[in-house]
């Protein structure tokens, strides 16, 4: 109820991933009288769509803190309570990212041993499989060592669970590779990658530059969630502007015409790689629920990329093997902790 084009569009999405679906029931929660004739016009699809009413909706403009306390009632609220009653296997919510985040945190809690919960998203690559992983992108716009440490593991964890990277290479963005470079919490960040990359499954190949985001050198790009937030609102930007200009440049003339004609099939495969909506959904990594985060302006298709993530997610048991490999990370780097002293005092 809470996005910016409206329930809709919402609706929209969810019939197109109903479709595709075909064995998945949906819990649609917000205000009936407006979902209901929404619904109507898709029969086929509404004996697998249950209307959740709620009263109220949390809008972009309410403060996270406001919706914590005062929250109980709204769409959101009652979303994320299906989620932790376990009558939802995950949740998609366009809404409002602060309050979505302060919601799922205190009604689902965090997995046990992360300190702070990140928002993850796929980001088009050269890489086989086709995408890279990038973490945090908004759920909080600082981070120290620790948090960038944890976000390495949950990012692996993605990699290797939801897109099946036997050894995820981890990158930690920067201004620069140089070793010398970044702040201090990022250098900190650095060497405690290289000390536990074992434990954490995954492959450390050091700072990474905005260039590397893309590329084929990594599998996940680990950041805070404000340099990833603006990173991700630039690519997007960035692929839209692509878009547009080259619709103007084959609209240009008659002869400009022919050749979009001619190049049209890699012309939509080009649209198809770099298209932001076939990417859309951020994953709230490390809490006790499956959260994805669609954006707030996103149409149709975005919605339904949404979707299928959060389905593909649920299917494959992706909460319960990801806690297993945070807490086994989190036990064998306070096993390290204990060892090293015993290693000095022996040398």
Same mark, same amino acid.
């Given at each position: 109820?809470?996005? *910016?084009?409206?329930?809709?569009?919402?609706? /929209?999405? !969810?019939?197109?991933?109903?479709?595709?679906?075909? +064995?998945?029931?949906?819990?649609?929660?917000?205000?009936?009288?407006?979902?209901? &004739?929404? !619904?109507?016009?898709?029969?086929?699809?509404?004996?697998?769509?249950?209307?959740?009413?709620?009263?109220?909706?949390?809008?972009?403009?309410?403060?996270?803190?406001?919706?914590?306390?005062?929250?109980?009632?709204?769409?959101?609220?009652?979303?994320?309570?299906?989620?932790?009653?376990? #009558?939802?296997? /995950?949740?998609?919510?366009?809404?409002?990212?602060?309050?979505?985040?302060?919601?799922?945190? @205190?009604?689902?809690? #965090?997995?046990?041993?992360?300190?702070? &919960?990140?928002?993850?998203?796929?980001? %088009?690559?050269?890489? &086989?499989?086709?995408?890279?992983?990038?973490?945090?992108?908004?759920?909080?716009?600082?981070?120290? &060592?620790? *948090? =960038?440490?944890?976000?390495?593991?949950?990012?692996?964890?993605?990699?290797?669970?939801?897109?099946?990277?036997?050894?995820?290479?981890?990158?930690?963005?920067?201004?620069?590779?140089?070793?010398?470079?970044?702040?201090? +919490?990022?250098?900190?960040?650095?060497?405690?990658?290289?000390?536990?990359?074992?434990?954490?499954?995954?492959?450390?190949?050091?700072?990474?530059?905005?260039?590397?985001?893309?590329?084929?050198?990594?599998?996940?790009?680990?950041?805070?969630?404000?340099?990833?937030? @603006?990173? !991700? #609102?630039?690519?997007?930007?960035?692929?839209?502007? @692509? $878009?547009?200009?080259?619709?103007?440049?084959?609209?240009?003339?008659?002869?400009?015409?022919?050749?979009?004609?001619?190049? =049209?099939?890699?012309?939509?495969?080009?649209?198809?790689?770099?298209? %932001?909506?076939?990417?859309?959904?951020?994953?709230?990594?490390?809490?006790?629920?499956?959260?994805?985060?669609?954006?707030?302006?996103?149409?149709?298709?975005?919605?339904?990329?949404?979707?299928?993530?959060?389905?593909?997610?649920?299917?494959?048991?992706?909460?319960?093997?990801?806690?297993?490999?945070?807490?086994?990370?989190?036990?064998? $780097?306070? *096993?390290?902790?204990?060892?090293? %002293?015993?290693? $000095?005092?022996?040398?």
């Amino acid at each position: 109820m809470g996005g *910016d084009r409206g329930p809709a569009l919402v609706v /929209a999405g !969810l019939v197109l991933s109903a479709t595709a679906f075909p +064995e998945t029931h949906f819990l649609l929660h917000g205000q009936e009288a407006e979902l209901t &004739p929404l !619904l109507a016009k898709h029969p086929q699809i509404a004996p697998r769509v249950t209307i959740c009413h709620a009263e109220r909706v949390v809008t972009m403009h309410d403060k996270p803190s406001n919706v914590m306390r005062h929250g109980a009632g709204t769409s959101m609220w009652g979303t994320i309570d299906s989620l932790k009653d376990g #009558k939802a296997n /995950a949740a998609v919510s366009c809404g409002n990212t602060g309050a979505l985040m302060a919601v799922s945190m @205190i009604r689902l809690r #965090k997995l046990p041993g992360v300190n702070r &919960p990140a928002i993850a998203c796929l980001w %088009p690559s050269r890489n &086989p499989g086709g995408f890279n992983i990038m973490l945090d992108v908004g759920a909080d716009i600082k981070a120290d &060592p620790e *948090d =960038l440490l944890q976000y390495a593991t949950m990012g692996a964890a993605y990699a290797n669970l939801g897109l099946n990277t036997s050894k995820p290479r981890i990158g930690l963005l920067n201004v620069g590779t140089e070793e010398h470079k970044g702040r201090a +919490e990022l250098k900190e960040a650095h060497d405690r990658m290289i000390q536990e990359a074992a434990a954490g499954g995954y492959e450390f190949v050091g700072f990474v530059e905005g260039g590397d985001i893309p590329s084929d050198r990594v599998d996940v790009i680990v950041t805070d969630g404000f340099t990833g937030n @603006i990173a !991700l #609102k630039t690519g997007e930007g960035t692929a839209k502007l @692509i $878009g547009d200009l080259l619709k103007e440049a084959f609209n240009a003339g008659l002869m400009s015409k022919i050749a979009g004609l001619l190049g =049209l099939n890699s012309l939509k495969r080009l649209q198809k790689r770099i298209d %932001p909506r076939r990417v859309n959904g951020g994953v709230f990594l490390g809490l006790n629920g499956v959260v994805i985060k669609s954006h707030g302006s996103a149409d149709e298709t975005g919605v339904a990329a949404a979707i299928s993530l959060a389905i593909q997610l649920a299917s494959n048991d992706f909460l319960q093997r990801l806690a297993g490999r945070v807490a086994s990370t989190a036990v064998a $780097g306070q *096993d390290d902790a204990m060892i090293k %002293p015993d290693a $000095g005092q022996q040398e």
